[in-house]
């Protein structure tokens, strides 16, 4: 017997009654070579709980996915296995509504677990539903791009668009565990990886001059999604994300070194209408401006600057307008830098490398030195 007694008394106050609901989430991210360690990191995380699976139709089919499957299956875990359509337009709230009266009907309880196999798409939809239904139940991602591996996997935003904006609906859900297979990524295409790589070259930047290092000298075998190439990638790069986030997991500091590259970046993915160009190429473009911005600025060397923009270069990445999928109209990335500007009360910070290592957050970036560094010569490339 479990006798849980109280006795708060009546203290006639009249302040405020502090209300105190401080979350503490820890949660392990596995990141694995092959298929047999994702079988069982993955159910060492499941344990005994009950499991709905949640991947897109592509990934459905692919072999570590089946891998994943048949184990569970043998434990005799799955109560049911959902495939959504693949792509952006599945995030949405009407997969969302689909997906919860499709774990009403198989009555998935508090105590198992939603697992999400798949990209961005998949993890970011999965956990949106996982936030709301029954106010939250657990959920384990198993990312299947760079992507999904080394961002959106871990950190707990989750959320799906709504036709006026991009994740618009969402919530803060941590994840209950990440297994990362590196095998995903070999049947990845590469612009889907070197998309990803763009989001590790972010954080090496900001955060670890050996990972920037250890690109530099793999860029070939890491484009070709060799995984024992990519396994320190992908550990190091979640060892990154999950130190940044732990110092401020609901994103309450509007100066994040993350946004490296997303300032602009989220810019030209407005003006050329979501779609063409993928996140990461934006963001490479968008690194490219900050870098040519500090650079005017005397903030990075000409030596440090050649280097972050020689190391997109090799790894496909694009660095000037020319070189994205479609060449954004400046006075449209402007405007759409102009909203954000409002958005945050007239200041804009902008994240501006200074060293490998070593990011300053500033909120004087004015119009004109945007539109230099948007149209301006490549660092490293006479003209
Ligand atoms: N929550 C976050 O913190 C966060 C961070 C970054 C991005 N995101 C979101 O992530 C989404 C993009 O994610 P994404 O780039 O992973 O795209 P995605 O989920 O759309 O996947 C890209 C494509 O690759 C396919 N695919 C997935 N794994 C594969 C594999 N192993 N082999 C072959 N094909 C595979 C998918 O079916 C899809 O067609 C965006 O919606 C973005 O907003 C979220
Ligand atoms: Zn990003």
Redesign the pocket.
């Known amino acids: 017997m479990h006798v849980i007694r109280d006795n708060i008394s009546l203290d006639g106050g009249v302040e405020p009654v502090e209300v105190d609901v401080n979350r503490f989430d820890t949660y392990r991210a596995h990141v694995v070579e092959d298929g047999r360690r994702a079988v069982e990191t993955l159910c060492a995380e499941v344990g005994d709980r009950h499991v709905a699976v949640v991947t ?4 459905d089919t ?1 072999s ?1 996915t089946r891998e994943l499957a048949k184990a569970l299956d043998e434990r005799g875990l799955i109560i049911g296995w959902y495939a959504i359509e ?3 337009g599945s ?1 949405s709230l009407g997969t969302a509504s689909r997906l919860i009266d499709w774990l009403a009907g198989i009555e998935l309880a508090r105590r198992d677990a939603v697992v999400s196999i ?7 939809t999965v ?1 949106y539903v996982a936030s709301v239904f029954m106010r939250g139940v657990p959920y384990i991602n198993v ?3 760079l ?2 591996q080394v ?2 996997g ?2 707990g ?3 799906v ?1 709504h036709c006026t904006g ?2 618009l609906v969402g919530a803060f859900w941590q994840p209950r565990a990440v297994v990362s297979n590196m095998e ?2 070999s ?3 590469r612009r ?1 990886i070197r ?2 790589m763009a ?1 590790v070259v972010k954080k090496a930047v900001i955060a670890s001059p050996c990972l920037f290092e250890y690109i530099e000298c793999n860029a070939a075998q890491l484009l070709e999604g060799v995984p024992s190439a990519m396994h320190p990638l992908v550990r190091a790069a979640t060892r990154i994300k999950s130190s940044l986030i732990a110092r401020d997991p609901y994103e309450r500091d509007l100066r994040r070194p993350l946004n490296f590259g997303h300032t602009v970046g989220h810019a030209v993915e407005t003006a050329t209408g979501y779609g063409p160009v ?3 190429e934006a963001v490479s473009f968008g690194m490219a401006v900050a870098v040519r911005i500090a650079l005017a600025r005397d903030l990075i060397t000409a030596a440090d600057a050649e280097r972050i923009i020689g190391l997109l270069r090799a790894l496909e990445l694009p660095v000037t307008p020319a070189e994205l999928a479609v060449e954004p109209d400046p006075d449209r990335v402007l405007a759409c830098v102009d909203t954000v500007r409002r958005v945050r009360d007239g200041s804009l910070r902008f994240v501006l490398p200074l060293e490998l290592g070593a990011t300053a957050i500033v909120d004087d970036v004015s119009d004109g030195e945007i539109r230099a560094a948007l149209t301006g010569s490549p660092v490293g490339r006479p003209e």
């Open positions: 897109d139709q592509t990934v692919l570590p693949p792509g952006e995030k798949g990209g961005g798409v998949v993890m970011d956990g990312p299947t791009t992507l999904g961002d959106a871990i950190g935003k989750v959320s668009d991009k994740n995903f990524l049947s990845l295409d889907q998309a990803g989001e993928l996140h990461g």
